[in-house]
């Protein structure tokens, strides 16, 4: 009887582009209709950088905007802030306790982001992951959609909690250990001017990364002007990677499978292949900038979604809390 729990957090920093949209976001809406989705937008590990305050809390109304123009619905899913639920923190500081020291200081994602702080290193920068896993196990979240870039990520909240259920569970499995999803299509939008890295707001190129709330006209511009390969054919191939990102982008944009994209141009040069690719992606991200433009005019009512969605979250993690400090012989007993 019970759905599936599924969890995801997603950053509200930086511009959304197709890679987050069709990589993150789309698997957020379809999987309101396989399970209980709750959906976190994490500005709490978006202060573990340097960053401007008033710049972030701007950025984090861009994101809800752009999620419930997508799709998301409030009255289906869970929607929230994460600094609005304080079993986050808590729940960091507790599971610190599990985590090992060298384990985060290994993690990539740590070693590259310490390198690009010029100013300062911060605790909070060691302590991400934590603070993720705290996300996720909160809930007790079954599935985390979420890219292949978040390996790492869910393998250390995977050994949180089987580290925690072994030390506290008593033989019972009281924090879940969650599974990781990939999205199968679309996994990999690259880079259009260079298609050997992936879409990315800081690493990559201005002219090869497709916002989500881009016009028509520079849409179509970006990606007729994308970088094909020597030969003609339309088709994947490791040496065609730019002619297979744009298979996999249509592929995506459309719902079909790579293969029969292929077979629909088999025939056809790659001028005409990426004059479908700019339509399909136009009429897919029209209808969100438009709904983004009227969403984001009232603050005031994303903050009453935020807040509806925090009530109901706050009240699962509260009693994964409850239970999770019982175990552990923090703060007073329960009768
Ligand atoms: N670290 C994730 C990212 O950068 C965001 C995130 C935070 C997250 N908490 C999460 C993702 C919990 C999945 C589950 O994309």
């Known amino acids: 009887m019970s759905r599936i729990r599924i969890f995801s957090g997603i950053q509200p920093t930086g511009r959304k582009h197709l890679g987050n949209y069709i990589g993150a976001i789309a698997q957020y809406i379809s999987s309101q209709e396989r399970g209980e989705g709750i959906f976190c937008i994490v500005d709490l590990h978006a202060i573990t950088v340097a960053y401007d305050p008033a710049e972030l809390r701007a950025r984090l109304y861009d994101t809800t905007a752009i999620l419930l123009a997508a799709g998301l619905d409030p009255g289906r899913c869970i929607l929230f802030r994460q600094s609005d639920v304080h079993e986050h923190t808590e729940l960091t500081w507790l599971l610190s306790s599990v985590t090992e020291l060298g384990r985060l ?81 679309g996994a990999r939008i690259m880079d259009l001017q260079d298609p050997t890295r992936k879409m990315s707001t800081t690493g990559g190129s201005e002219q090869g990364t497709v916002y989500v709330l881009d016009e028509a006209k520079a849409i179509e511009k970006k990606l007729k002007s994308a970088v094909t390969d020597s030969g003609s054919e339309v088709r994947r191939d490791p040496d065609k990677p730019g002619v297979s990102n744009l298979i996999e982008i249509l592929a995506a944009v459309r719902g079909a499978s790579p293969d029969a994209i292929e077979a629909e141009f088999a025939q056809a040069r790659y001028g005409e292949l990426k004059t479908a690719v700019a339509a399909a992606v136009v009429d897919y991200l029209a209808p969100v900038r438009e709904r983004f433009q009227e969403l984001r005019a009232d603050e005031a009512a994303l903050e009453s979604i935020l807040a509806g969605g925090a009530e109901r979250a706050g009240a699962i993690a509260a009693q994964t809390l409850g239970d999770v400090r019982q175990r552990m012989g923090v703060g007073g007993t329960r009768r």
Do not use: C, T, W
């Open 105 to 185: 200081q290994r993690m990539h994602q740590f070693r590259d982001k310490s390198i690009a702080q010029r100013e300062l290193v911060s605790a909070g920068l060691l302590l991400y992951p934590v603070l993720q896993a705290a996300d996720v196990l909160a809930y007790r979240a079954e599935e985390v959609p979420v890219g292949e870039d978040q390996r790492e990520h869910l393998e250390l909240m995977r050994d949180v909690a089987r580290r925690f259920n072994a030390r506290f569970g008593d033989g019972k499995e009281v924090l879940v250990v969650p599974e990781h999803r990939i999205p199968e299509v």
